[in-house]
């Protein structure tokens, strides 16, 4: 099984780039690594229909084939996925836009830009690749990176990142949520 995770304390961010992640990975789970942040938790209880996001103690860690871990680097930020970590049977795949740490992930694929959120790499290489986004999953990529940036105030956001939002407003995104 293909299993899509993200840092402990989940955030908007976090979540988008996973539910962008599972596009890319057709037929990869989502689960945390830990607990999700009060808005995604709520965010998850009203639309849980849409994403299923598994706890790790619903992974079958043993069954796990590969591991794709998006907004998060470092070893000390996946929780118990962590463990899986330099099994030469699992490769790993990486998506982040933070800074380089002492405990970075050594991933088989890894795709690090200096980014305001993870997502708007997410939604690039969608858009790039040519796959489909709803107006529904639009709106929550757009959440993830209006999240990290700030409103896109913040000084780490990029022209990337607007457009992204930009795109995303085309594609139907609903920014007065």
């Known amino acids: 099984m293909k299993v ?12 988008a780039s996973m539910a962008a992640a599972q596009k890319l990975y057709p037929g990869a789970v989502m689960s945390l690594s830990g607990s999700a942040s009060r808005t995604v938790r709520e965010f998850l209880k009203k639309h849980g229909n849409r994403w299923e996001v598994l706890t790790p103690r619903k992974i079958r860690f043993d069954e796990v084939t590969m591991l794709i871990v998006v ?27 933070h800074p380089p740490s002492a405990d970075d992930i050594d991933g088989e694929y890894v795709v690090i830009e200096p980014l305001g959120a993870t997502t708007t790499l997410m939604v690039e290489i969608l ?23 700030g409103g896109l105030t913040f000084s780490g956001t990029t022209g990337r990142d607007f457009a992204a939002i930009a795109k995303l407003k085309e594609l139907g995104a609903d920014l007065t949520n």
């Open 127 to 149: 858009l790039q690749k040519g796959i489909p986004i709803s107006s529904y999953e639009a709106t929550l990529f757009a959440t993830g990176i209006y999240e990290d940036t």
């Open 4 to 15: 899509i995770t993200s840092h402990m304390g989940n955030d908007f961010d976090s979540l």
């Open 71 to 97: 907004d998060a680097r470092s070893r000390s930020r996946i929780g118990p996925f962590a463990s899986l970590l330099g099994r030469k049977d699992i490769p790993v795949h990486v998506y982040d836009h």
